[in-house]
């Protein structure tokens, strides 16, 4: 066999990551076995395990990676309304949820979906976004509490339609889009003024 080339641990990583996202993409979380994605990597177990030490933590790793991407391009535009940004960001999760739908259904529908680390990267990304619109609001006080609070609860909105419109198909996506633009500003509507251009554009 031709020796294995030379990579930094991060890159090791990322090449192992890679497999795991492409046999994810093809097979449940529960098909798959730590020793089929060493064999589809070419490594051996024993490296698998070094870089992850369960298969929740790999798929874990898997789906922050993706996220953190997505966060990278799905920012609000400060030359726009505080609205038309979240639009366009909320737009770009709903097209890398369907552009990574085995990926959203494990994270989503799959006995690792529970655990914290799988939870957190789509929490995460979307708090940022939120936090933005608070602060591109310059929420303060106690409006902001409660627009935060309003926030979160449009965060599982989002998770549950979009679930619904992936799996089920009965809704197009920008009906999907369009449902938690219109959840967006009945309840964050009512503490912040949606329309106006973000604080630090001004």
Excluded at 18 to 39: K, V
Excluded at 174 to 199: F, I, Q, R, S, Y
Aim: with cysteine; glycine share 4%.
């Amino acid at each position: 066999m031709p020796s294995r080339r030379r990579l930094t641990p991060e890159q090791r990583r990322d090449e192992l990551m890679d497999a795991g996202a492409q046999l994810f993409g093809e097979r449940g979380f529960e098909d798959i076995a730590m020793e089929d994605i060493a064999a589809h990597a070419q490594v051996s177990r024993a490296l698998m395990y070094h870089y992850f030490p369960t298969k929740g933590e790999f798929f874990a790793a898997i789906w922050k990676r993706a996220h953190d991407r997505l966060l990278s391009e799905a920012t609000i535009d400060p030359a726009r309304s505080v609205r038309a940004g979240v639009a366009i960001a909320l737009a770009a999760h709903l097209d890398f949820y369907q552009a990574h739908v085995p990926l959203v259904f494990i994270a989503n529908r799959s006995a690792v979906a529970t655990d914290p680390a799988v939870r957190g990267p789509v929490a995460d990304d979307l708090t940022a976004i939120c936090n933005r619109v608070l602060d591109a609001c310059a929420a303060t006080g106690h409006t902001r509490d409660l627009a935060s609070a309003a926030l979160a609860g449009w965060i599982a909105f989002i998770r549950e339609v979009a679930i619904e419109w992936l799996l089920h198909q009965r809704i197009s996506r920008d009906e999907a889009l369009k449902l938690c633009m219109a959840t967006l500003d009945a309840t964050v509507g009512a503490h912040l003024d949606l329309e106006a251009v973000p604080a630090q554009s001004n």
